[in-house]
């Protein structure tokens, strides 16, 4: 018996229409999980962005419940391409919120139930962040460092307080991103989402999440992704 059982969402009054969007590359032996841990909510739409798996990865998240959209190249080989393959799959939804998890297992979707709370207290919010900051001690040292200072900086720029601003685990109000041109194709997506959401007034949230690391092979190259973000960012 799971001793940390999935919570039951609570209704009414947080909006009904969300969907997932989760972006994913080989990532079999996560994505059936984290697809699975979302069914509770009673969502509109769990949407799996296969980018370029040579796994199993779409058969997986297929058998767990979710909807799949496979990239294969020229169109797949990035999150910022996968990501913008499944918000353009969605456009056309009526929905309120879009809910980003990544399909690596780093996030838990157990965690949603911190967005679901915030948004029943606050149903005006537009963009919730999910923020590690309370398990820093878990981050590997250089990679909170680098998204540390990028948060900082970049937020200073923008005129936003971000705690987490390389999170990928949040939740944005559809008419917000309609409204976004994204070009990232790479892990700058998210920095770029949030940059060009700083250009209006909008009410900003960081949701506490668990920090998971597996200590496998991540596709995050360190360094090298965080001044690609901090690059890709600034040209925003």
């Known amino acids: ?26 990532e079999e032996a996560h994505v059936g999980g984290v697809v699975a841990g979302l069914a509770p909510y009673g969502l509109a739409r769990i949407l799996v962005v296969d980018d370029n798996s040579d796994d199993g990865t779409a058969r997986i998240a297929l058998e767990a419940g979710a909807e799949v959209l496979s990239l294969r190249r020229p169109q797949g080989g990035g999150k910022g391409q ?33 967005f679901v709370d915030y948004l029943a207290q606050h149903p ?20 909170w460092r680098t998204n540390a200072l990028g948060s900082w900086t970049l937020g200073r720029i923008a005129g936003v307080k971000w705690e987490d601003s390389q999170s990928g685990f949040r939740l944005i109000r559809k008419k917000v991103l309609d409204r976004i041109d994204l070009r990232s194709t790479g892990f ?36 090298m992704d965080t001044w690609l973000i901090a690059w890709f960012s600034l040209q925003c």
């Open 1 to 26: 018996m799971d001793p940390n059982p999935a919570p039951t969402p609570v209704s009414a009054p947080y909006p009904p229409r969300i969907a997932a969007l989760i972006a994913a590359h080989d």
């Open 124 to 143: 005006d919010a537009d963009f919730l962040i999910g923020s590690r900051f309370q398990n820093r001690a878990i981050i590997p040292k250089a990679r």
């Open 188 to 223: 700058a997506i998210e920095m770029e989402i949030s940059m060009k959401a700083s250009d209006w007034k909008l009410h900003w949230a960081h949701i506490p999440i668990q920090a998971i690391y597996h200590g496998g092979k991540s596709h995050f190259r360190g360094a």
């Open 82 to 114: 996968a990501l913008r393959a499944g918000l353009a799959a969605l456009r056309s939804d009526d929905l309120d919120f879009i809910l980003f998890i990544d399909g690596d297992g780093q996030h838990d979707p157990k965690d949603f139930q911190g």
